[in-house]
């Protein structure tokens, strides 16, 4: 009797142990409630000049062998690459060589042959070597699309001279608040400042090839590069006193 009893009043003190420690714990945790607390936010955007530029084309062949589809779409994209040895400013790649069944339109459905498809991808900031070797390489190839963007360091730069102005804005609004509310001062209590960049217009040629592929000789492409627009969002709270 006297061991149950011994080991029951372990056992009560340990749970008042316990509830002790974590009353503490959570007195230690626990926030105080904020009041003369106010969320804002500002922004700051700039026109910046798109001096990149990604070019897309693709060759499209048919056959029913599928090994000569591939000697086709092979020799044309070695044809391709060969006539941009001369623009050393031109970065150039290929990539996503596709192929397709293709069918006849009876409702048996009967494989007449294959389709390939491949795309060769320029990027540059040099737009005048761009557009002579557009229009060389639509011989063979038709573009697919071009697209203008700012450089990642002409976004950095434009970004870092406006994360100034939005905290300016910030902080105006800040002190209008304040002024507002006849407090004394505030005190940021947090900040968030994201960054970004509208979407750049994708140029496709559809009409434009159109009439391309009905001349002998394709016209260099018209490029006009265009600006983007970087953005630059601050959110935060403040606390008036």
Request: glycine content about 6%; cysteine-free.
């Given at each position: 009797m006297k061991k149950v009893a011994i080991r029951g009043f372990c056992f009560r003190m340990l749970v008042c142990w316990?509830?002790?420690?974590?009353?503490?714990?959570?007195?230690?945790?626990?926030?105080?409630?904020?009041?003369?607390?106010?969320?804002?936010?500002?922004?700051?955007?700039?026109e910046v000049?798109?001096?990149?530029?990604?070019?897309?084309?693709?060759?499209?062949?048919?056959?029913?062998?599928?090994?000569?589809?591939?000697?086709?779409?092979?020799?044309?994209?070695?044809?391709?690459?060969?006539?941009?040895?001369?623009?050393d400013t031109l970065k150039i790649s290929t990539r996503d060589y596709q192929t397709y069944p293709r069918y006849d339109t009876s409702q048996v459905r009967r494989l007449i042959g294959w389709r390939a498809t491949q795309s060769l991808q320029l990027e540059t900031e040099d737009f005048g070597a761009a557009g002579k070797a557009i229009q060389i390489l639509q011989e063979k190839l038709?573009?697919?699309?071009?697209r203008h963007m700012a450089k990642e360091s002409t976004r950095r730069e434009a970004s870092d001279a406006l994360i100034g102005e939005a905290l300016d804005a910030f902080k105006a609004r800040a002190e209008l608040v304040q002024q507002n509310m006849g407090a004394t001062s505030y005190r940021v209590l947090d900040v968030n400042i994201q960054t970004g960049e509208s979407s750049a217009p994708m140029f496709t040629a559809r009409a434009e090839m159109a009439d391309m592929a009905r001349s002998a000789v394709a016209a260099e492409p018209a490029l006009?590069?265009?600006?983007?627009?970087?953005?630059?969002?601050?959110?935060?709270?403040v606390q008036l006193d």
């Open positions: 316990a509830v002790l420690l974590g009353g503490a714990a959570q007195a230690q945790s626990g926030s105080e409630p904020q009041y003369d607390v106010y969320s804002l936010s500002s922004e700051a955007s700039a000049p798109n001096d990149l530029m990604i070019a897309n084309l693709v060759v499209q062949q048919e056959d029913a062998d599928p090994a000569r589809l591939a000697e086709k779409v092979n020799a044309t994209m070695s044809w391709a690459t060969e006539q941009l040895r001369a623009f038709q573009v697919k699309g071009i006009e590069a265009g600006t983007s627009r970087v953005n630059v969002q601050v959110f935060g709270r």
